[in-house]
Antibody
Framework: QVQLVQSGSELKKPGASVKVSCKAS????????MNWVRQAPGQGLEWMGW????????TYAQGFTGRFVFSLDTSVTTAYLQINSLKAEDTAVYYC??????????????WGQGTTVTVSS | DIQMTQSPSAMSASVGDRVTITCRAS??????LAWFQQKPGKAPRRLIY???SLQSGVPSRFSGSGSGTEFTLTISSLQPEDFATYFC?????????FGQGTKLEIK
């Protein structure tokens, strides 16, 4: 059974950086892409982009270019989301989500438990 | 981008009621449609994939139907644990897009 386990909540000041991790187990890491999804307080789900876990190539959705960086450490089957130059409006819960075998890269079968990032001075 | 219009945005219902939630896509997405349930403070949980396939472990009172541009999620007999927010997701076309959500509350 696929399991995605994310790192814990973060409290950061504006202008700082944060790195959220998402450790995958229960499947072959390189065969299942990793999506990142943002949920601002009281809001819906917003797709941020995805990373190809075979090649390491990231793709960023509109509105998530420049300050957002997706990366991998395949040796520990972990994907990362780094947000630089944090702003108050980055305050949200961030999820990683992965498709099941046979789905296209944007299927979101397994989800991490979410990481709350709070940006406040 | 494909817009997913979900309706209603909120509704109230009673235990035992039959409930239907709809997602309409701005263009055809074949059957690349999933439904999720989300409870407060929790991650989304996928209920339905490929428009009508029940995720393993999900109660059979949940069902999905539709193809192309019109999709429905039906809960045949509401249980207390079903009061939550429901989202649809299209993943046929880039970028994948979510519906805005339906908050299902107890009447």
């Amino acid at each position: 059974q696929v399991q995605l386990v994310q790192s814990g909540s973060e409290l950061k000041k504006p202008g700082a950086s944060v790195k959220v991790s998402c450790k995958a187990s229960g499947h072959t890491f390189s065969r299942h892409s990793m999506n990142w999804v943002r949920q601002a307080p009281g809001q819906g789900l917003e797709w941020m982009g995805w990373i190809n876990t075979n090649t390491g190539d990231p793709t960023y959705a509109q509105g998530f270019t420049g300050r957002f960086v997706f990366s991998l450490d395949t040796s520990v089957t972990t994907a990362y989301l780094q947000i630089n130059s944090l702003k108050a409006e980055d305050t949200a819960v961030y999820y990683c989500a992965s498709p099941s075998f046979g789905e296209n890269q944007f299927g979101m079968d397994a989800w991490g438990q979410g990481t709350t990032v709070t940006v406040s001075s | 981008d494909i817009q997913m219009t979900q309706s209603p945005s909120a509704m109230s219902a009673s235990v035992g009621d039959r409930v239907t939630i709809t997602c309409r896509a701005s263009q055809g997405i074949s059957n690349y449609l999933a439904w999720f349930q989300q409870k407060p403070g929790k991650a989304p949980r996928r209920l339905i994939y490929a428009a009508s396939s029940l995720q393993s472990g999900v109660p059979s009172r949940f069902s999905g139907s539709g193809s192309g541009t019109e999709f429905t999620l039906t809960i045949s007999s509401l249980q207390p644990e079903d009061f939550a927010t429901y989202f649809c997701l299209q993943h046929n076309s880039y970028p994948p897009t979510f519906g805005q959500g339906t908050k299902l509350e107890i009447k």
